[in-house]
């Protein structure tokens, strides 16, 4: 796609997909597990990650504060969309698509954990480490990515670039950069 600069192919990330769910299958072994998708950015990785998870798993959604129409991170979040079910005593996997500055991460967690969650795991299929202001580490990382804007597989720029079955790096003339 023009303006959109190839970093991870569609093969890499499947590959990639594949591994984590066999670790988290593995991980979890005997155990249940609450899928919880951050929307929007998580819903492509997570349809494809529950898939590759051999294990019992009910799925469930949270929309929280986003980056809107620009690039940079608000600071703080604030929840949209609460989970239907209660997480107290449920074994949480949170999905996410990019761990960036980790701000809404961290906070996610804490609501969680303080909410009575047995146990509490992230699960990104990126992360952006050169950008973090959070003391916060996923548990499961799919590929570190450089200090680029990228779009693709359910990230997008300004709600667009979603549908792209690759990761690629925006060309920064889209945002004004
Ligand atoms: P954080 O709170 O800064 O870690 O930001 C998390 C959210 O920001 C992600 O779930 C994405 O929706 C968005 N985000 C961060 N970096 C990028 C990027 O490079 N491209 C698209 N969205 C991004
Ligand atoms: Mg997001």
Redesign the pocket.
């Known amino acids: 796609m023009e303006n959109v600069k190839m970093l991870i192919t569609e093969d890499e990330i499947k590959r990639r997909v594949a591994e984590l769910g066999a670790q988290i299958t593995e991980d979890y072994a005997g155990k249940s597990i609450l899928l919880i998708g951050?929307l929007?950015?998580?819903a492509v990785f997570m349809s494809d990650l529950m898939r590759a998870i051999n294990l019992p798993v009910e799925i469930d959604f949270m929309v929280v504060s986003?980056?809107g129409a620009g690039?940079q991170?608000?600071g703080n979040?604030k929840i949209v969309k609460d989970t239907d079910v209660s997480v107290e005593g449920r074994e949480v996997l949170i999905a996410?698509?990019?761990?960036?500055?980790?701000?809404?991460?961290?906070n996610l967690k804490e609501l969680l954990i303080k909410r009575g969650a047995k146990s509490l795991k992230i699960c990104t299929i990126?992360n952006?480490p050169a950008?973090?202001?959070?003391p916060i580490e996923a548990d499961y990382v799919g590929f570190e990515?450089p200090d680029?804007?990228?779009?693709g597989y359910g990230?997008?720029?300004d709600q667009q670039y979603r549908n792209l079955p690759y990761l690629g790096i925006?060309d920064p003339s889209v945002y004004g950069g």
């Open positions: 951050v929007k950015g998580a986003s980056y690039t991170s608000a979040i996410e698509d990019i761990l960036d500055t980790g701000i809404t991460l961290y990126f952006k950008r973090r202001r959070s990515v680029e804007f990228v779009v990230l997008d720029y925006l």
